[in-house]
């Protein structure tokens, strides 16, 4: 067992400090990111070394408050990076994408739905507003 645990130790070692040197190089923030989220990984499998190793159990709720953290930064990162990278673009990709919507909006299921919305809304807005202010203006 000392000698597999020596083993597993020595190779995170490695893999953190490879991942330690991604992260510092990496060119691109995209790369600091999968660099940020492996080194989360060697981290929770040291945890989980020294878990095993010394047989305490009390190190297994630690384990998943930063499994969770680090799936929540890497989703948090890489939904900042769409926003970036469509805001950098926005204009040719807000156009197109505005085009399509408008042909799928043109068939049968997209006029049903704009009738039946616009129509509900148009009718309760419009004839609220309209009712309500003849009914004051003939009451009062």
Same mark, same amino acid.
């Given at each position: 067992?000392?000698?597999?645990?020596?083993? +597993?130790?020595?190779?995170?070692?490695?893999?953190?400090?490879?991942?330690?040197?991604?992260?510092?190089?990496?060119?691109?923030?995209?790369?600091?990111? +999968?660099?940020?989220?492996?080194?989360?990984?060697?981290?929770?499998?040291?945890?989980? +070394?020294?878990?095993?190793?010394?047989?305490?159990?009390?190190?297994?709720?630690?384990?998943? +408050?930063?499994?969770?953290?680090?799936?929540?930064?890497?989703?948090?990162?890489?939904?900042?990076?769409?926003?970036?990278?469509?805001?950098?673009?926005?204009?040719?990709?807000?156009?197109?994408?505005?085009?399509?919507?408008?042909?799928?909006?043109?068939?049968?299921?997209?006029?049903?739905?704009?009738?039946?919305?616009?129509?509900?809304?148009?009718?309760?807005?419009?004839?609220?507003?309209?009712?309500?202010?003849?009914?004051?203006?003939?009451?009062?």
């Amino acid at each position: 067992m000392d000698q597999a645990l020596t083993v +597993v130790v020595a190779a995170l070692l490695a893999s953190g400090a490879l991942v330690t040197v991604r992260l510092v190089r990496g060119p691109s923030t995209l790369d600091r990111a +999968v660099a940020l989220d492996a080194l989360a990984a060697v981290v929770m499998a040291g945890i989980g +070394v020294l878990t095993a190793a010394r047989q305490i159990p009390y190190y297994l709720p630690g384990l998943l +408050v930063l499994s969770f953290l680090g799936f929540t930064g890497s989703v948090s990162i890489a939904r900042f990076l769409a926003l970036r990278d469509e805001a950098g673009s926005g204009d040719g990709d807000d156009g197109d994408d505005e085009g399509d919507e408008g042909e799928g909006d043109d068939g049968d299921a997209g006029d049903g739905e704009g009738d039946g919305d616009g129509g509900d809304g148009a009718a309760s807005g419009a004839g609220t507003g309209d009712s309500g202010g003849t009914e004051r203006r003939s009451g009062g």
